[in-house]
């Protein structure tokens, strides 16, 4: 597995002046820029945890071993095209422009709708955290509480239809239970802060809802905070988070270490290994259909988290030496992944157990930070500066996502599947046109993800579909890319059985996505599919109406290649088989895949 160092001299001069990206940084540049991959296990740590139950922690480390395995495929085909950005989508979308003008552009589209929502999503939960430090909803368990309850002990009657009400959801319980558990809540309500019920406005648009609550306005501050340093340039963007990064990544190794060396896992809470009886119940079920599905359900929602450090090879035209840079980036990127999100799930998982992971601040994420900080200190001051660095942490995966999504999309526009516009640059080498587009549609996103936790998830999962999607083409693209340019120079080439491997797991994941997506939503796999369709207009508009047909003559350069050979097919009719398999596969998966009663 020796690497070719693969310099390409001419990538030199590029520079912001002529409108290209600049050769700025070297692979730890990237790793940099990437290491913001694990702050991702905060998104959907207590969501895995509400549908996955005790074998939540699997989930994550083999879904984590798979991203890892399949990062090789895309090490290869990046070494491919020294000169682009983007990521693996743009050079996968090059191996399936042969065989269809429209799966070409579907590969980067959905790479850049899986990503760019990190954005909105990481800025809700990073409200979430700012508000729960500076307005706290009390705990019921809090003095404060417990003198509210005393002070109106008389306010609810016996006769009250609340306690009917109550009552009749949870039988077996007395009249005095109805009476305490409503004191509580009403405590609760009171003594919280205005501002967390405080909403300019707010509604609901087809199955999500919106609301341009305080959580929104502090978000769109963290998104504009994350363009301002983006606006600098890659190198720029990789300095500040070398820093951050260093301040992000220790304290996660603290939080999955320490649990462990004092001894505070509880190992009771892995067995027995079975999946829930239903998602957010604490009754365990059977490794059936209905405990397949959900099981299912959390590797799909895991791998939006585990396989996005591919990210790292987003800035191959941005390398000093491609050829070299590209591999350790993404390798190295891989193995502080492997780590992080198997340490932190088993901790987590091990200190909380699955009543812990079931908690409803668990579940929406919005006390998870606490929940991690209290695992290596009680103590005020140490847990608020934990909750401050896993801000940080979300900080610096905003910054991964604008870096990464921004450059897909200035990429797609300069090899003509998106509008020209995207492909301007500013003084700095950075995509601003591409970066003001995320910004502007994450803002719109971002009202959806403040409103509830269903439609952050609902988001969540249809974001993902895209990233299976882009995933499922973009593994197939290795064994095009050597079957139909096998006499390109290939700076490191994946071992044929890893790339095998990689082509049977974008399989598994259609599994996935089919069986899934359902879980946390009932139309989110219809939805995703919709969203992914949207790209067919947008680039018939560029391709048809902008370049009358006729695909930009830069786009094959790094292979050589002219318009005439686009017509020389050696794969034959296998790209088409393996699309009908996968489009099968998804279909039966939903089909036979159903979530329990």
């Not at 001419?10 to 820029?33: E, H, K, P, Q």
Request: proline share 5%; aromatic share 12%; net charge neutral.
């Amino acid at each position: 597995m020796a690497i070719d160092t693969g310099v390409h001299t001419t990538g030199s001069a590029f520079n912001a002046s002529s409108g290209n990206l600049v050769r700025a940084i070297d692979w730890r540049g990237a790793f940099w820029v990437a290491s913001g991959v694990p702050a991702l296990v905060l998104f959907s740590i207590g969501g895995i945890a509400g549908v996955a139950g005790k074998v939540a922690f699997l989930v994550w480390f083999v879904s984590m071993l798979m991203g890892l395995i399949q990062s090789f495929t895309y090490a290869e085909i990046a070494g491919l095209f020294p000169n682009k950005s983007g990521g693996a989508s743009v050079y996968g979308a090059a191996a399936w422009v042969r065989y269809s003008k429209l799966i070409a552009p579907l590969s980067v589209w959905c790479n850049w709708f899986a990503w760019s929502p990190v954005l909105s999503l990481g800025c809700s939960i990073a409200a979430a955290y700012i508000l729960n430090s500076l307005a706290a909803v009390p705990p019921a368990d809090a003095p404060q509480v417990a003198a509210w309850v005393s002070a109106h002990a008389a306010s609810i009657p016996l006769d009250s239809p609340r306690i009917a009400e109550w009552l009749g959801a949870n039988q077996g319980k007395t009249a005095a239970d109805a009476v305490a558990a409503l004191l509580s809540t009403d405590a609760i309500a009171a003594l919280t802060p205005e501002i967390r019920n405080w909403s300019l406005f707010h509604g609901t648009l087809g199955p999500v809802s919106f609301s341009f609550n305080a959580a929104f306005f502090i978000g769109a501050v963290l998104m504009l905070i994350t363009f301002a340093i983006q606006h600098r340039g890659i190198l720029g963007t990789a300095s500040v988070q070398k820093y951050i990064g260093l301040a992000v990544i220790i304290p996660m190794l603290i939080v999955g270490v320490v649990p462990i060396l004092t001894g505070q896992i509880n190992w009771s809470n892995f067995t027995p290994l079975e999946p829930l009886k239903a998602a957010y119940a604490p009754e365990m079920g059977h490794w059936d259909i209905a405990g397949w599905t959900l099981v299912l359900g959390a590797m799909f929602i895991a791998a939006w988290s585990t396989y996005g450090f591919e990210t790292a090879i987003c800035y191959t035209s941005e390398f000093r030496d491609p050829g070299r840079d590209t591999f350790k980036a993404i390798f190295y990127s891989g193995l502080l992944c492997l780590v992080l999100f198997t340490l932190v799930p088993f901790t987590f998982q091990g200190v909380l157990g699955l009543e812990g992971m079931l908690e409803p601040s668990i579940v929406d994420g919005s006390g998870v930070a606490a929940a991690m900080a209290n695992m290596v200190g009680h103590g005020g001051m140490l847990t608020s500066l934990l909750v401050m660095l896993m801000i940080l942490a979300l900080m610096l995966c905003l910054m991964t996502a604008m870096a990464g999504s921004s450059r897909t999309l200035y990429q797609g526009s300069r090899d003509g599947w998106l509008p020209r516009y995207l492909s301007h640059v500013n003084e700095h080498g950075a995509p601003t046109r591409a970066m003001w587009t995320d910004l502007v549609i994450n803002l719109a996103v971002l009202a959806i993800a403040c409103a509830d936790a269903t439609s952050f998830f609902f988001i969540l999962a249809v974001s993902n579909c895209g990233y299976i999607i882009f995933n499922f083409l973009n593994l197939n693209s290795g064994w095009i890319h050597r079957i139909d340019n096998a006499g390109v120079h290939r700076p490191w080439r994946a071992p044929g059985f890893v790339l095998a491997l990689g082509t049977v797991f974008a399989f598994v994941n259609a599994v996935f996505m089919g069986a899934g997506a359902k879980v946390w939503n009932p139309i989110a796999l219809w939805a995703g599919l919709f969203t992914a369709a949207l790209i067919i207009p947008v680039f018939c508009f560029r391709h048809y109406v902008q370049d009358k047909g006729v695909f930009p003559a830069h786009m094959l350069e790094d292979l050589g290649l002219t318009q005439g050979d686009l017509k020389t097919r050696k794969a034959g009719v296998l790209p088409y088989i393996v699309l009908a398999a996968g489009l099968l596969v998804v279909l039966v998966s939903n089909w036979f895949f159903q979530l329990p009663a």
